[in-house]
């Protein structure tokens, strides 16, 4: 938490543009989450994980994209590394995730890969 | 100053008992009424183009087959093949018990029906409560039709035992202690307080009715204000999106896009 | 997936001689997995460019950007913006995207930087084989999974020709005869009957672009 911030390289005022070309419809997403775990089992990641809870979507949609509106885009790179790992890693965006109150999960975590892909953070396939 | 001395001030009572409640209703609707149309803003009408047989139109399609077996049937290079739609069968048995179990309700059956009841009792029994209508017959001369005391009673023993099932939920599954803040112990107790208030003050448990009766139209109050800014927004949010926004999980006839 | 090739660095550099301000887009699906057309490859293509045009004394301005996936709409969406700004659009997606993006983009040329190649497997690290040519008549199962369509030169589906060169394919040596293949694993599995069976050549379903319907929404387009 009290982790000094390494703000080189990430250029915030970037990403609060692209924040808010979406603003309203992401922020009442987030809002109208209700936590309720139910888009666990329609996740193929997440049952083929073993149900680890971290590969819900709805666990990686406010940990990615519910951060940056939090934090309201002062990221730094390592945070990013991190949100690199969550949206790439544990998500393909197959877009097959279900919310019971119809959140539009895939458009949010696309909106966390465009974020990291502007800041030059992207997943590296070369790269085991 | 203790709360039952603070309630019982005339002012305070009367003020709970009155203005406020005019004051959380005008919220409640004009908070709603403003996030259903930020809401209906962003959705757009997106025109669904049907397809007509024409020429260079070959739709890719299990029944032309080129096994021997299949010889026979209809082949994509004779004449008609075009013309006959997909068979227009009424949906049978078979389709919705497939649908039933890969939807939310055959993964999660329990769940499914803990929230399904509570949530329906959650606006069901303030509607239908017997001294809600009184309320009402005395503010208004119009009511609902009541339920009996002792089913509106069991029924609020439901809501409270299934708020229950929530909260252990919240507290102890891994999967949903993960996203949980203290916003969503806050909110379940907002939602439990005018039903165990309610309950308490019905019965008379605690010697002091004016308190705990003040403290289930407060609580009511402050739901009510809560709902349109905080995630109880979900009730409207939901009706709006899985009916209106085309998705693999839509309702009916949604056709709008965000 | 789709495995892609890129074009050879002169190919593009005659498509983009005629416009000074070009947008290289990336696509973060197939063509980012099989490493052709990613973000690191739009880069890494644009500081070439640059390279070269620099030797040549021309001055381009060659900017990149990367989207989700080109073959869906709602991706482009955040191109709409961007792309009146420039005279020419050049795409690393595969051709699927190319055509998407021209066909939103209509008033601008649009211009394939991969060539698409396949439908295959990753073999190895940048290694990809291809597997399959989409003919819309899948009979992998009776021939132990191996595609005659791809793998026969002649596309055969009744057995090998009378030009097989011992283990191989009259066209080359290095290429096995798909027919052998099938046979043995076949036979492994005690499943020759399926082959003995004469089948029906493939009924080619593809010169005409299909339309592919799932069928849970038929009643939704289909009138």
């Known amino acids: 938490m009290f982790r000094k911030k390494n703000t080189a390289g990430v250029n915030s005022d970037e990403i609060r543009a692209i924040l808010d070309e979406k603003k309203t419809k992401m922020k009442l997403s987030l809002k109208a989450c209700a936590h309720c775990s139910f888009c666990a089992e329609s996740c193929f990641l997440f049952m083929g994980h073993n149900k680890d809870p971290k590969y819900m979507p709805s ?11 939090k934090k309201k885009g002062n990221v ?11 949206v790439w890693e544990r998500c393909v965006l197959c877009t097959r995730c279900y919310c019971p109150i119809g959140i539009d999960i895939p458009d949010m975590l696309a909106l966390g890969r465009r974020i990291c892909r502007s800041q030059g953070v992207y997943p590296q396939y070369d790269k085991e | 100053m203790a709360l039952s001395h603070i309630f019982s001030w005339t002012f305070m009572y009367d003020f709970i008992r009155g203005p406020m409640v005019w004051i959380s209703f005008i919220i409640f609707f004009c908070g709603v009424v403003f996030q259903v149309r930020r809401f209906m803003f962003l959705l757009k009408e997106q025109p669904v183009k049907k397809l007509e047989p024409g020429p260079g139109k070959f739709i890719s399609r299990q029944t032309a087959s080129h096994f021997a077996m299949d010889r026979g049937k209809t082949r994509w290079f004779k004449k008609g093949w075009f013309k006959k739609g997909p068979d227009k069968k009424d949906p049978d048995k078979k389709d919705w018990i497939v649908w039933f179990t890969v939807s939310i309700a055959g993964v999660k059956p329990f769940m499914t029906m803990v929230t399904t009841i509570f949530h329906v009792l959650l606006i069901g029994v303030p509607v239908f409560v017997l001294g809600h209508n009184i309320l009402l017959d005395n503010a208004f001369g119009i ?13 609020t023993g439901v809501v409270i035992v299934c ?40 019965h008379q448990v605690f010697s002091n009715y004016k308190l705990l009766i003040s403290l289930h139209i407060l609580s009511g109050e402050l739901m009510l204000m809560a709902i349109p800014f905080t995630k109880f927004i979900h009730m409207i949010y939901m009706i709006i999106v899985r009916f209106n926004v085309a998705g693999e999980y839509s309702f009916g006839n949604a056709r709008k896009s965000w | 997936m789709i495995k892609a090739k890129k074009k050879p660095v002169q190919e593009i550099l005659d498509a983009i001689s005629r416009y000074e301000k070009i947008l290289n887009v990336g696509c973060g699906g197939c063509v980012s997995v099989c490493l052709v057309g990613g973000q690191k490859e739009v880069n890494a293509l644009n500081a070439e460019l640059k390279v070269h045009l620099k030797k040549a004394g021309i001055r381009k301005q060659i900017d990149g950007y990367t989207v989700e996936r080109q073959c869906n709409a709602s991706y482009l969406k955040e191109l709409d913006n961007k792309v009146p700004a420039y005279d020419c659009i050049v795409s690393m997606a595969c051709a699927a995207g190319v055509q998407h993006m021209a066909q939103r983009f209509s008033k601008i040329p649009v211009y394939p930087l991969v060539n698409t190649a396949a439908i295959g497997v990753d073999k190895d690290l940048g290694m990809y084989e291809e597997n399959c040519r989409a003919c819309g008549h899948c009979v992998l199962g009776y021939t132990g999974g191996i595609c005659p369509v791809t793998r026969c030169a002649k596309g055969l589906f009744n ?65």
């Open chain 1, 59 to 69: 666990y990686k949609f406010l940990n990615s994209v519910g951060v940056l509106y």
């Open chain 1, 76 to 86: 730094d790179k390592l945070e990013l590394g991190e949100m690199r790992d969550l």
């Open chain 2, 143 to 155: 009511s609902m039709v009541s339920l009996p005391e002792n089913v509106s009673d069991l029924l």
């Open chain 2, 163 to 202: 708020i229950l099932i929530f909260f252990f939920r919240r507290l102890f599954l891994d999967r949903v202690k993960i996203i949980t803040g203290y916003e969503d112990y806050v909110f379940l107790s907002l939602a439990a307080a005018p039903f165990v208030t309610g309950y308490l003050a019905y």
């Open chain 3, 159 to 223: 057995g090998p020709c009378g030009g097989t060169n011992g283990d191989n394919c009259e066209i080359s040596n290095e290429i096995p005869c798909a027919w052998l293949d099938i046979y043995k694993r076949l036979k492994n599995q005690g499943r020759l009957d399926d082959i003995i069976k004469v089948r029906p050549h493939m009924e080619w379903q593809n010169q005409s672009p299909r339309t592919i319907i799932q069928e849970p929404y038929e009643r939704r387009y289909l009138v």
